[in-house]
């Protein structure tokens, strides 16, 4: 992260761009002390906890009201019970007592919300989200009783930029989309819950920008959700000027519609990343031609043993009778070191990243493969999907053969492939791209042993940049390889959901793209504007920078259509 | 003391909305009001104040369970009642 002094810039997340006052969402206040005493004036701590209740059950009210005028009877009706749950009597009746003991109004008020929360929590299951909103007037009330704002998302009447250190799914479900221009996080990353969300409801979202939590509550700021920049105090020009460029984005996204293609007619597949059953929806809702990488960790990585062949069968069966005939690319189990697994013994390696994962692991436990094979062209039968299966952690032709076989030996007669994420099997892709009939190209692995950089260490991400020219070296030589052997090559990593860098990897060759979904409109509408040969140029100008932001920018130059969709 | 027992038909029995409904239909009487989950292995029932939400929602009465309401106000007795057997009158 950059800080100057009127701007700074974290990971944008979710396109578009929204300016207005700051309203930082506060923490929630500490707990009382146990045993912290009033000064002696009962009289006085009585009034000042009653003034509390009363205080955050007028502030839930009027919030009720006003999300009932707009039609969110749903989000009117928590409110009014929780102003009801403020304002009941037999908590202030409680906390009076505990006041008449000699207690704080704040730690009487927290004892007795105690009271409630494990009387509620007793009463099992069905009462769980009263809990939660109970800790939350809860805090509320003491947030008043202490003097410190108030915890939760702020309401406001003019569209504001929410900063928070990070967003959890109960603070977010009653954020009114219209009142929100854009949503800053200190924390978080692409696929935090605020990325999620914020794609979600269309709001333009910057994570990972810690500078965010210094500006105070009220300054002006204006966020661009494509770049992550948050520029503080913009000049109403700036913010014109974005809000120009954000409107010709959104003109350029709607616009794009129908199969992945560069201006002149080359068809480039836009696929969806999905980890399930649950991201089929959003995937076919942008628009997604199929699935470039159907991740199937999470059948395994919760099990207490083995999945079955049927139970695998019926879920991969779900995914794939959801796209017609279309692509779907299903990876084989990607799992051991930092992904393990309870039903099989770890070895104690101390390099994980490096050690016996992925396909590494399967060629241990042959038969584990052959059941998620046999399970998957089970799935496909009878079915017009045009399923792909590959295998991860492919680094020569030996892992490759090793996979071919196997699915071969399972019954798949669709198409089997390699993933290409180690650079060994980037650089000498065209000793087996005869023998395999697709590549992927996983980006994210490919450059942390690119670059010998951890992925989970945050102070080397900039060795995760996949403009890094090395990069774009190792994923021309698959790409070569992939169209000098007569077959396709993909890239399956974030890296494909960044418009720019779309143009370059399809003119390095990259056949196909697949990123997660809400990313392709974008990437369509920004390929649509290009021709392949201006493609071929960016991903030529690119490859002669010598840093990333070099790169980043030869590339730029070289594709004017960024410029025509507000980019 | 006006006192009903009845059996409670709305589905999601006194919680969420119709727990909602209840406690403010309660609050309106000048009495005091109380309800409790009929315990038929019980000596004396657990009475709690019917204006209490977080009370009411705590007596986690479902669908089926029998509850007894009662109160020096006979009519906010009766009301009460009718909400809870989803009576019309």
């Not at chain 1, 959003?282 to 199937?296: D, I, K, N, Q, Y």
Request: charge should be negative.
């Amino acid at each position: 992260m950059t800080v100057t002094a009127t701007s700074f810039t974290g990971v944008g997340v979710s396109p578009g761009v929204g300016a207005g006052p700051v309203r930082a969402m506060a923490a929630a206040p500490p707990e009382p002390p146990p045993g912290e005493r009033h000064d002696g004036d009962a009289t006085a701590a009585l009034a000042a906890a009653s003034s509390a209740l009363e205080t955050v059950g007028a502030d839930l009210d009027a919030r009720s009201e006003r999300a009932a005028q707009k039609g969110r009877a749903e989000a009117s009706e928590v409110l009014a019970a929780q102003a009801m749950m403020a304002r009941d009597p037999s908590l202030s009746e409680l906390a009076a007592a505990k006041i008449g003991e000699g207690l704080s109004p704040a730690r009487a008020v927290f004892e007795a919300f105690g009271t409630f929360r494990d009387l509620l929590a007793s009463a099992g299951a069905y009462l769980a989200g009263r809990v939660a909103d109970l800790d939350d007037i809860r805090d509320r009330v003491i947030a008043v009783l202490s003097g410190r704002p108030m915890p939760g998302v702020p309401d406001a009447d003019v569209p504001f930029v929410l900063v928070a250190r990070d967003l959890a799914p109960a603070d977010t479900a009653l954020i009114d989309p219209a009142k929100v221009a854009a949503f800053v996080t200190a924390e978080g990353g692409p696929t935090s819950h605020t990325a999620i969300l914020a794609r979600t409801m269309g709001v333009p979202a910057v994570v990972a920008a810690p500078a965010a939590l210094d500006l105070p509550d009220g300054t002006p700021v204006l966020v661009d959700g494509t770049t992550g920049e948050v520029t503080v105090e913009p000049s109403e020009e700036a913010v014109r000027t974005a809000r120009q460029a954000g409107d010709a984005l959104a003109a350029a996204v709607s616009g794009a519609r129908g199969p992945g293609a560069t201006a002149d007619g080359k068809l480039v597949p836009l696929l969806a990343n999905i980890g399930g059953p649950a991201d089929v929806e959003s995937a076919l809702a942008h628009g997604a031609e199929g699935v470039g990488l159907f991740r199937t960790e999470f059948l395994f990585l919760d099990a207490a043993t083995a999945p079955t062949l049927e139970a695998q069968q019926a879920v991969y069966r779900e995914v794939l009778s959801a796209f017609g005939d279309k692509r779907v690319v299903v990876r084989t189990l990607d799992a051991g070191a930092d992904k393990p697994l309870a039903f099989l013994p770890a070895g104690d390696e101390p390099n994980p990243a490096l050690g016996e994962r992925a396909l590494r692991m399967m060629r241990h436990h042959p038969d584990m493969l052959d059941t998620q094979l046999r399970a998957l062209a089970a799935a496909s039968s009878g079915l017009p999907v045009d399923l792909w299966v590959m295998a991860p952690m492919v680094a020569d032709g030996d892992d490759a053969g090793f996979f071919m076989d196997a699915a071969r030996a399972a019954g798949l007669t669709g198409k089997a492939g390699v993933m290409i994420e180690i650079p060994a099997a980037a650089l000498r892709a065209r000793d087996f791209a005869q023998a395999v009939d697709f590549f992927s190209i996983g980006t994210n692995d490919l450059a942390q042993y690119a670059f010998a950089a951890d992925r989970q260490i945050g102070a080397l991400s900039r060795f995760q940049d996949p403009w890094q020219p090395a990069m774009l070296d190792l994923i021309a030589s698959a790409a070569t390889a992939a169209n000098t052997a007569g077959t396709s090559c993909g890239v399956c990593g974030e890296a494909a959901a960044d418009p720019a860098l779309a143009c370059v990897l399809v003119g390095l060759g990259v056949t196909s793209l697949s990123m997660s979904a809400p990313a392709l409109p974008l990437v369509r509408a920004v390929l649509a504007a290009h021709t392949y040969s201006q493609c071929v140029r960016a991903a030529e100008a690119a490859r002669r920078a010598t840093s990333a932001s070099g790169a980043r920018e030869m590339a730029r130059a070289a594709l004017p259509g960024l410029r025509a969709v507000g980019m | 003391m006006a006192e009903r027992q009845v059996k409670v038909t709305t589905d999601v029995g006194l919680h969420a909305r119709p727990a909602a409904v209840f406690v403010q239909s309660a609050a309106q009487s000048s009495e005091d009001v109380t309800l409790a989950k009929f315990d038929p292995a019980a000596e004396s029932q657990n009475r709690v104040n019917a204006k209490s939400i977080l009370a009411v929602l705590g007596l986690d009465v479902r669908n089926g369970d029998e509850v007894i309401i009662a109160s020096e106000d006979a009519e906010a007795v009766d009301r009460l009642a009718a909400l809870v057997t989803e009576e019309t009158s």
